[in-house]
């Protein structure tokens, strides 16, 4: 091979390096790419990036945590700030006995009215009379309150009822509040065919106006 022939070969070699480079150069500029920052599909490859991105999953659930917590303590907070209001209160004593008074209205159910009574009496009107001492599909209820249970002589009682005035059952108000509440439930097997008073002023009103109608 002459020196010539040598020479040759090796611009040529350098020539296609140069080439190379400068074509790779070249398709990095016209085929470039983006990547995207995040892969779309992350293919864990080792188990150890596995738990990484376990990890970096599980994140975000335990930063949600104390976000909850403080959610409830800012509930919380202002449930304690009655619990305060009312320690405060004692030093305004005008203020505290009114609720006292209305909590006494409301432990007193007894305390209705003998008027408006009359009227839910209406209801009761079919059956029974409660002035005067006459039975009609029920026993008469004049002089009911604090009478024995089943206790109208003439009246022809469900075996249910007359059991219970031989047990004891005497017709006190809170009796009769309950029986009128729940006549079934109250007295099983009783024959009042009544479904009972919804409402317990109804049911305290009745009452005042049977405890007014006395023998
Ligand atoms: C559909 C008819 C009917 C209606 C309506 C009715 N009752 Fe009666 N009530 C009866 C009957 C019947 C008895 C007797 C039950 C028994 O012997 O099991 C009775 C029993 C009672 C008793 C027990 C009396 C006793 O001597 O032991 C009371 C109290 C009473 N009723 C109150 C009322 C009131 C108050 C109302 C209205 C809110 C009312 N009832 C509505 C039919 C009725």
């Excluded at 109804?202 to 023998?215: G, N, Q, R, T």
Aim: hydrophobic share 45%; with cysteine.
């Amino acid at each position: 091979m002459s020196m010539r022939t040598l020479i040759n070969f090796a611009v040529s070699i350098v020539i296609t390096l140069v080439l190379i480079f400068v074509i790779r150069g070249l398709a990095n500029v016209i085929f470039a790419v983006e990547k995207p920052a995040k892969p779309a599909i992350a293919v864990p490859v080792t188990e150890e990036e596995e738990k990484k991105e376990e990890a970096a999953a599980q994140e975000p659930a335990k930063e949600e945590a104390p976000a909850e917590q403080k959610t409830a303590a800012a509930e919380q907070q202002p449930a304690a700030q009655p619990a305060e209001q009312q320690a405060e209160q004692p030093a305004q004593p005008a203020e505290q006995a009114q609720p006292a008074e209305q909590q006494q209205a409301a432990a007193a159910p007894a305390a209705g009215d003998p008027e408006a009574g009359k009227k839910v009496f209406n209801k009761c009107k079919a059956c029974h009379f409660a002035d005067k001492k006459k039975n009609k599909v029920g026993p008469y209820l004049l002089g009911v309150v604090g009478r024995k249970a089943g206790a109208v002589a003439d009246f022809k009682y469900s075996a249910a009822m007359k059991a219970k005035g031989e047990e004891g059952l005497v017709w006190t108000e809170e009796n009769i509040a309950k029986y009128l509440k729940a006549p079934k439930k109250f007295v099983p097997g009783n024959k009042m065919a009544f479904a009972g008073l919804k409402k317990d002023k109804d049911i305290a009103d009745v009452i005042a106006y049977l405890k007014s109608m006395k023998e």
